[in-house]
Nanobody, 118 residues
Framework: QVQLVESGGGLVQFGGSLRLACAAS????????MSWYRQAPGKQREFVTS???????NTADSVKGRFIIYRDNAKSTVYLQMNSLEPEDTAVYYC????????????WGQGTQVTVSS
């Protein structure tokens, strides 16, 4: 069992930056692909970016070049550095952990709100 706790959300102005963190408890953090998703009001949850156990990243076109994901396995934490924020980035951001072998081991955090003012 893995528990995920996001932090770092808040209110930021257009063009600003925020760094989100997702701290994992439980064992085997390094065995999980870690991802960030987001859900804006009235919209479906969407993929933002991910990082595999080997460090390979995948990023949605909508945030490519602005958002960076990285992980610190020693701290069991994944980060999302968000730059050049736009009002369209306003959403609840969720952390996800997916075991690289056992597909049923998939966990979500509770989410953190990011609001970008214009």
């Amino acid at each position: 069992q893995v528990q995920l706790v996001e932090s770092g959300g808040g209110l930021v102005q257009f063009g600003g930056s925020l760094r989100l963190a997702c701290a994992a408890s439980g064992s085997g953090f390094s065995l999980y692909t870690m991802s960030w998703y987001r859900q804006a009001p009235g919209k479906q949850r969407e993929f933002v970016t991910s990082i595999t156990t080997g460090g390979t990243t995948n990023t949605a076109d909508s945030v490519k070049g602005r958002f960076i994901i990285y992980r610190d396995n020693a701290k069991s934490t994944v980060y999302l550095q968000m730059n050049s924020l736009e009002p369209e980035d306003t959403a609840v951001y969720y952390c996800n952990a997916a075991h690289r072998i056992f597909s049923d081991r998939r966990y979500w955090g509770q989410g953190t709100q990011v609001t970008v003012s214009s």
